[in-house]
């Protein structure tokens, strides 16, 4: 027998609660707008950078660039994105949130701050201390 144990392991135990706490709130603007998480993460990325490839937002929210351009391409049929030529790069498209793409990030910010306020009561005094964590994590620039 050796000593690892798997409920104790960081990556592990990250991976699980990411997965939990995406999917607790996922049900939040799934009924309310029904948006996919692939669609509120490409809605939320463009709300906080402005325009950006595909490429760009695939980096930033960990997914798969086709899983990005399925969810752009059902974001502007609703009317919530713009695709415009690369200003740069004629291979690549500019993604922009439109006026009424804008209009729904203002509610799904009301909602995405309220779960989070809520996230950090369950997570007790050390919830600031777990957030400063996080940012630590997170620097390691991959």
Known sequence: MNDFDLDTFIPY???????????????HYNERFGLSRAEWRVIAHLAASGP?????IHKRVDMDKSRVSRAATRLEGEGL???????????????????????MME???QM??????????????GG???LAALERMG???D
Not at 52 to 56: H, I, K, P
Not at 87 to 98: E, H, I, M
């Open 52 to 56: 950006a490839s595909v490429g760009e």
């Open 13 to 27: 135990r990250l991976a699980v609660l990411a997965g939990k706490v995406s999917r607790e709130f996922s049900r």
């Open 128 to 130: 600031l201390g777990l």
């Open 81 to 103: 994105l713009s695709k415009e030529d690369h200003p740069v790069d004629g291979r690549l498209v500019k993604l922009s949130l439109t006026p009424a793409g804008l209009q």
């Open 139 to 141: 620097e390691d620039g």
């Open 112 to 125: 995405a701050n309220a779960y989070q306020a809520e996230l950090l009561k369950r997570t007790g005094p």
């Open 107 to 109: 509610e799904l910010a």
